[in-house]
């Protein structure tokens, strides 16, 4: 507790969002322990004993932990109460590389956002009311969600100078003088899992970007007899060899379940691609394609065994690009300008 005081706005800011420990062995503590969502005032403390020349700086520290934020009415992904997250926490010899470090994490952000996540956010500086608490400014990367609300999916702050005077992170200059640090943090979390359904998932399940996705292609296999299940597995361990190491592949052998059964699965897990096999595509030297960002038959396609680890690239790439520009689009028509109005 004797951390969060030091810094009055950043107090303000956060109280309703902390759990505070008053007592722990069965005895009142002298300094309540604080459990809080974010990191400033333990690092600001350890900067300020880490850190006694020019020399020493810049500092960039990153760092995944599971924090707390005392939410009455929690939103699965969105705003929990436990969460992880990724939390960035620079300290900077001067006010211009600290802010070119906020725009850097911002770029970072975005770029992974709309490059890996094919989400289209948008990135800009927030409103002084909403910026966090202790910070000179904050920035963020905005995203529309499937019920075109925007979801605030990661943010980068110049912290100025507030927190390196209140925990007093100071530096011996060249010239011998002490001076203040200059300070960021940023951060995104599990919010932007949240995200990546709510932008892309639909009434069948999730759709996982294909740069995202843990399995990117999963092949099921289709056969009635037991000789055929010999003649479809060999057909298949030449498929995995054409595909190599490349794709995130697996292949679903289960017995108890039917091949259709099977499709829903994958398709509610998200999987991008679905590849069928049965002896009849085999007698063809074809399989069958199902893409995940087209549902029904309109996602399916019949494609020859020669050069499939191309196809199957190609197809990969094309679902990326295909939900990124579909989200954009989304977005798009979905977005209005606010009508700036005159009184003469």
Same mark, same amino acid.
């Not at 010239?175 to 359904?197: E, P």
């Given at each position: 507790m004797s951390f969060i005081e030091k810094e009055a706005q950043h107090v303000e800011g956060f109280a309703p969002e902390l759990a505070v420990?008053?007592?722990?062995?069965?005895?009142?503590?002298?300094? %309540?322990?604080?459990? &809080?969502?974010? *990191?400033?005032?333990?690092?600001?403390?350890?900067?300020s004993q880490w850190i006694q020349s020019y020399r020493d700086l810049p500092v960039l520290i990153n760092q995944w932990a599971n924090v707390v934020r005392w939410e009455l009415r929690t939103r699965l992904f969105l705003r929990t109460m436990e969460f992880l997250w990724q939390e960035g926490h620079t300290a900077h010899a001067t006010a211009e590389e600290a802010q070119e470090e906020t725009l850097?994490?911002?770029?970072?952000?975005?770029?992974?956002?709309?490059?890996?996540a094919a989400i289209p956010v948008i990135p800009g500086r927030k409103s002084d009311s909403e910026k966090f608490p202790g910070a000179d400014a904050s920035y963020s990367i905005e995203a529309m969600m499937g019920d075109r609300r925007a979801l605030q999916s990661g943010t980068s702050?110049?912290?100025?100078q507030n927190f390196a005077k209140a925990f007093? #992170?100071?530096?011996?200059?060249?010239?011998?003088?002490?001076?203040?640090?200059?300070?960021?943090?940023?951060?995104? *979390?599990?919010?932007?899992?949240?995200? #990546?359904?709510?932008?892309?998932?639909?009434?069948?399940?999730?759709?996982? %970007? %294909? &740069?995202?996705?843990p399995t990117q292609v999963v092949i099921v296999p289709i056969y009635r007899k037991d000789a055929e299940?010999?003649?479809?597995?060999?057909?298949?361990?030449?498929?995995?060899?054409?595909?190599?190491?490349?794709? &995130?592949?697996?292949?679903?052998?289960?017995?108890?379940?039917? %091949?259709?059964?099977?499709?829903?699965?994958?398709?509610?897990k998200g999987v991008p691609l679905r590849i069928e096999i049965g002896p009849r595509d085999i007698a063809k030297d074809q399989v069958v394609l199902a893409r995940r960002d087209v549902p029904g038959r309109d996602g399916k396609s019949f494609v020859p065994l020669a050069g499939l680890a191309d196809i199957v690239s190609d197809t990969l790439r094309d679902i990326q690009n295909n939900l990124l520009a579909r989200a954009t689009e989304f977005r798009d028509a979905n977005t209005s300008e606010p009508v700036r109005l005159r009184f003469v």
């Open positions: 420990v008053t007592h722990g062995g069965g005895k009142k503590l002298e300094d %309540p322990l604080v459990v &809080r969502p974010t *990191s400033e005032t333990v690092i600001g403390y350890m900067y850097q994490m911002l770029d970072v952000y975005t770029d992974f956002a709309v490059n890996d702050h110049n912290l100025g007093d #992170i100071q530096y011996q200059d060249a010239n011998g003088t002490q001076q203040y640090c200059w300070t960021t943090s940023w951060g995104v *979390s599990t919010r932007m899992v949240g995200a #990546i359904i709510m932008a892309h998932g639909d009434d069948q399940g999730l759709v996982l %970007p %294909p &740069r995202l996705a299940r010999s003649t479809v597995m060999e057909a298949i361990e030449k498929i995995e060899a054409m595909l190599g190491q490349d794709v &995130r592949l697996k292949v679903d052998q289960r017995d108890e379940y039917s %091949p259709g059964w099977k499709f829903n699965e994958w398709e509610l």
